[in-house]
DNA sequence: CGGGACTTTGATCCTTATCAACTTATGTGG
DNA sequence: CCACATAAGTTGATAAGGATCAAAGTCCCG
């Protein structure tokens, strides 16, 4: 069988735009060819879920486009988003019984579905996927335990100062690639300001409050709801310890 | 070379505690007796640090005995707890260049050490090996983001209520294994007041008082500093929510 | 334009941090 | 073995940061 097409028709991975970032960027042209046998190309549309938190773990993903949340809640329903996924992240647990947390997208989505068991069957017979995954799980793990420091001990300002560069940072790759600076000075927020609160365990009025305060100093403009302009980044980092 | 032993002397590892649990639970006797060539023993007094946040990655580790913290701290240098090890659990960053956290231990520990680039050639050529680890990643990854529910959305006496059950969890395989009720009801504390403080983003003094108001309240009991008992399990999973 | 969702702003309250004093353990040398 | 020193933990008083409750303002999309 020619590895560029399979039967569910042409292989998408030759023209993927996280061809060479994702879990998949060191499989040789056959491997990427089973891969595509058994994953298939998914839009999701702002706002839609993909997996719940404590069902089957029966999906596992790569996210192509767009910017996915995880979240879970307290018995007494208030959310905590746990973190965001964003384009060549790795969505899902392999070797899992359950779904850990709930997936949604924030934006407009593309993402790369597999059944979990065929994409366990994959890896465990291609060490060298296991090994992008593994380098992705450990780094990701490092990112979550720095997100713990911001939750565990910051104030509010700092943890909202600590956000906006993360998500100028993370953003970057996507737009524009100033090698120089490479997180743009301006970006839209793929969050609202619920979600913003809920990222970082404050309240929505608490966030407001810190915008318009870091807005008053002279840190960053908002032109929109959505739209930041960071026009001091060193002071924001200051801020953010 | 019999692969019961090596340079560095006999092979530790068919003795090991954690031989069934760590990562190198599925590897042959060949196999592991590679492993003990390049790995070695060394035991921990409590509060011996063995890692330190932002130095090169030289070691890693697997727990086989004892509890080890990982930390970091925040510029003005309040310290926040990332991680409790217990045994069977591995320590480090492979394939990483720098070191996220310090590691300390909490009590006499006992470890079982190997040089980063040693490991990291060892586990690319073991696929076995590799999977554990990413398994145990992933659990790993788990466990830290319920953490920050706990840390994002919870309060003082919800805290310390999980941080019991955890704990009690966490140390139950260790002690006797009764399987109709796994967990202890009786158990050592490996941490300190300030250190649980650290755990669970609170000050000491906030600890203190909910340990009071628990005791007060008849849901566990305080022998000693480093001893509890818990007297009413249901009643602390329903604080915990 | 008009309605609904999202956001900002204001007033007040509550939890937890902070500061300070006191108590209880741990350990050391006379 | 006891007295004293030091570290660890508890308790109390006060303050501050953020939550909560309430209302007004703004944006967006039909």
Known sequence: MDANTTERGVNFCH????RNRAICADLDNEEIGMLNAIGRRRRLKAGEQILWEGDDAVLVANVIEGVMKLSTQTS?????IL????????LGRPFGQTTPYGVE???DAHVCVFQRSD???FAREHPKLEHKLLERTLTELDRTRRWMLLLG???AEQKLASFLLETADRLAPASCSFIADEAPVHFELPLA????ADVLGLTIETVSRQFTKMKKE???DLPSRREVTILDRQALEDRAE
């Open 15 to 18: 023209s993927c735009a996280i």
């Open 76 to 80: 007494d329903g208030k959310e905590q």
């Open 119 to 121: 994409f366990d069957r």
């Open 105 to 107: 997208a924030l934006t």
């Open 193 to 196: 300001r619920q979600q913003i």
């Open 153 to 155: 001990r910051m104030n």
């Open 83 to 90: 973190g965001l996924s964003y384009p060549s992240d790795f």
């Open 218 to 220: 002279g840190l960053i």
